[in-house]
């Protein structure tokens, strides 16, 4: 038998393969929408019939489907995105985070209303009045009778005067009529207390509780230097050593436990204080004695030196004349030391003149 196919044949069943395969692709994400869904719904039954951990595992698995993640692609340009994120943050008292969400989407849109009103408050909060004041000065050239700006800058100027002035300049755009409006009191009362409301809040969260200090985990049995360096030893490697987390090594250690309220610690040697200048220098010791040298001299009387004798140094006497002895004695004493020099450099010339001849 012969068959016979038209020409326009191919292209129409490329055509059918085509819509095929985007019907197909269509279902497909129809099916994953519908399966999302279902899992969303099961977990949130079962966390009403407070089974948590198979509703935590049916979210887990929701977070990991791939659909899920194609919806939550950011844009960085949508400032509702930002704003969002801001009002989360601030209801997790996540201020920072909060501050950063109002900034971007201010960035997105200057003329974004909720971002700068926000903004203002979190930045009162985080205490950077300069940049608050900065704020505060565009929102007030928007609206002269922003409740908002008015209060916070007078209680900024109250806590810190000095910016009064520094901030002069800044609201030269704005109208003069900022100076004299006035606030009711209940509304004034209202914003400073949303702001240190926050303020408190997150004060409460930076508050950390004390924790105990450190047990040695080998006792020290004796009081030595030795028995504390090898407890202090072993501490130092359990400390880095141990399971995480660990502990940090400039935490103090408790050593209630070794002293004594009604005694104080005293070392098991006693040392005694030894004397630098001592009286008597023989040994009892007849072992370690060592023999010193005796020296032995003659006692001179103080008589016979005269103390400070102004007649000493003007008269210009001999050194020997000072003992007041017999003068006559030693004059004839360095005579006969003369005469023998005398004869002894006579002989010692002749023998030099014997030599030579």
């Not at 000065?137 to 209060?151: F, M, P, T």
């Not at 969260?205 to 504390?228: A, G, H, N, S, Y």
């Not at 004594?260 to 610690?265: A, G, Y």
């Not at 003007?314 to 003068?327: L, Q, R, Y």
């Given at each position: 038998?012969?068959?016979?196919?038209?020409?326009?044949?191919?292209?129409?069943?490329?055509?059918?393969?085509?819509?095929?395969?985007?019907?197909?692709?269509?279902?497909?994400?129809?099916?994953?929408?519908?399966?999302?869904?279902?899992?969303?719904?099961?977990?949130?039954?079962?966390?009403?019939?407070?089974?948590?951990?198979?509703?935590?595992?049916?979210?887990?698995?929701?977070?990991?489907?791939?659909?899920?993640?194609?919806?939550?692609?950011?844009?960085?340009?949508?400032?509702?995105?930002?704003?969002?994120?801001g009002h989360v943050a601030l209801r997790l008292i996540r201020i920072p985070l909060a501050r950063h969400a109002f900034e971007e989407g201010l960035r997105?849109?200057?003329?974004?209303?909720?971002?700068?009103?926000?903004?203002?408050?979190?930045?009162?909060?985080?205490?950077?009045?300069?940049?608050?004041?900065?704020?505060?000065?565009?929102?007030?050239?928007?609206?002269?009778?922003?409740?908002?700006?008015?209060?916070?800058?007078?209680?900024?100027?109250?806590?810190?005067?000095?910016?009064?002035?520094?901030?002069?300049?800044?609201?030269?755009?704005?109208?003069?009529?900022?100076?004299?409006?006035?606030?009711?009191?209940?509304?004034?009362?209202?914003?400073?207390?949303?702001?240190?409301?926050?303020?408190?809040?997150?004060?409460?969260?930076?508050?950390?509780?004390?924790?105990?200090?450190?047990?040695?985990?080998?006792?020290?049995?004796?009081?030595?230097?030795?028995?504390?360096?090898?407890?202090?030893?072993?501490?130092?490697?359990?400390?880095?050593?141990?399971?995480?987390?660990?502990?940090?090594?400039?935490?103090?250690?408790?050593?209630?436990?070794?002293?004594?309220?009604?005694?104080?610690?005293?070392?098991?040697?006693?040392?005694?204080?030894?004397?630098?200048?001592?009286?008597?220098?023989?040994?009892?010791?007849?072992?370690?004695?060592?023999?010193?040298?005796?020296?032995?001299?003659?006692?001179?009387?103080?008589?016979?030196?005269?103390?400070?004798?102004?007649?000493?140094?003007?008269?210009?006497?001999?050194?020997?004349?000072?003992?007041?002895?017999?003068?006559?004695?030693?004059?004839?004493?360095?005579?006969?030391?003369?005469?023998?020099?005398?004869?002894?450099?006579?002989?010692?010339?002749?023998?030099?003149?014997?030599?030579?001849?």
């Amino acid at each position: 038998m012969i068959r016979i196919a038209a020409l326009n044949a191919s292209s129409t069943i490329e055509d059918d393969h085509e819509g095929s395969f985007k019907s197909h692709k269509t279902q497909t994400k129809e099916a994953q929408e519908a399966e999302a869904f279902a899992l969303y719904h099961k977990a949130l039954d079962l966390q009403k019939h407070d089974r948590f951990e198979e509703s935590a595992k049916a979210y887990h698995e929701l977070l990991e489907a791939s659909l899920l993640r194609e919806a939550v692609m950011l844009d960085s340009t949508d400032v509702n995105l930002w704003y969002k994120i801001g009002h989360v943050a601030l209801r997790l008292i996540r201020i920072p985070l909060a501050r950063h969400a109002f900034e971007e989407g201010l960035r997105c849109n200057p003329d974004h209303w909720p971002c700068l009103d926000n903004l203002i408050t979190v930045l009162y909060t985080l205490s950077d009045y300069t940049t608050c004041l900065y704020f505060i000065c565009k929102a007030l050239e928007k609206d002269c009778r922003y409740s908002k700006g008015l209060v916070l800058k007078e209680k900024i100027f109250e806590e810190q005067p000095c910016l009064r002035k520094d901030s002069l300049r800044m609201f030269l755009k704005c109208d003069m009529s900022i100076h004299d409006v006035s606030v009711s009191a209940a509304e004034t009362q209202a914003i400073v207390d949303e702001a240190l409301g926050l303020r408190k809040k997150r004060q409460a969260l930076i508050v950390r509780e004390k924790e105990p200090d450190l047990k040695l985990v080998q006792p020290i049995p004796f009081f030595t230097w030795k028995c504390l360096g090898e407890s202090l030893l072993a501490m130092y490697n359990h400390l880095t050593t141990c399971e995480p987390p660990r502990p940090s090594l400039g935490k103090r250690i408790d050593l209630s436990d070794y002293q004594d309220p009604s005694q104080p610690l005293e070392s098991s040697m006693v040392v005694t204080p030894v004397n630098v200048i001592q009286p008597s220098t023989v040994s009892t010791n007849p072992a370690v004695a060592v023999a010193e040298p005796v020296v032995s001299y003659t006692s001179v009387a103080t008589t016979s030196f005269p103390l400070h004798s102004p007649g000493l140094l003007e008269t210009g006497a001999p050194v020997g004349d000072i003992s007041g002895g017999d003068k006559s004695k030693k004059g004839v004493k360095r005579k006969k030391i003369s005469e023998e020099s005398g004869e002894t450099a006579k002989r010692r010339s002749a023998r030099v003149r014997n030599t030579k001849c």
